[in-house]
């Protein structure tokens, strides 16, 4: 097969980005974020990762040295800020997503692209409604035994 001339995927930030790859929305990137950088060679994901850690660390924190049922705390107040930078920055990674995953790994054509990025969106999709759908179910079930077990 011959190589397409105008194909410039993987020449990094150098590499011309067609309109219908640039401008469409990444949900691959939104939902699994650094780990769709590292299979799209996109390794300013790692941003969000070091974000998340750094998330976890401060909610750890707060479970350990506050309350659960006290009023609002620093530490509270820093982790409702997070959770509103942490959705910008997913946004922009979304934003943002194709025109990285375009200039940092070379793809056999745009078809391939956006085919394979669909199957990143679609998975994101499923596995999110899923969480949505079993998290009360989840959340059902341990209030049931945890009342059971101080109840009775």
Excluded: C
């Excluded at 660390?57 to 509103?84: A, D, H, Q, Y």
């Excluded at 391939?112 to 179910?137: D, E």
């Amino acid at each position: 097969m011959a190589e397409d001339i105008t194909n410039t995927s993987g020449m990094g930030k150098e590499a011309f980005v067609l309109d219908i790859v640039a401008k469409r929305f990444n949900w691959g990137a939104f939902f699994f974020t650094w780990i769709w950088g590292i299979f799209n060679k996109s390794w300013l994901t790692f941003i969000f990762l070091g974000f998340q850690i750094l998330q976890f660390m401060l909610g750890f924190l707060n479970s350990l040295i506050i309350e659960p049922n006290s009023s609002v705390t620093p530490i509270k107040i820093v982790l409702i800020i997070m959770f509103f930078i942490g959705l910008g920055l997913k946004i922009w990674l979304g934003i943002n997503g194709n025109k990285w995953a375009w200039q940092n790994k070379r793809w056999e054509s745009v078809e391939r692209f956006h085919k394979i990025q669909k199957v990143w969106a679609i998975v994101g999709t499923v596995l999110f409604i899923l969480s949505v759908l079993v998290t009360p179910i989840v959340i059902f079930l341990m209030y049931f035994v945890l009342y059971k077990m101080y109840m009775g």
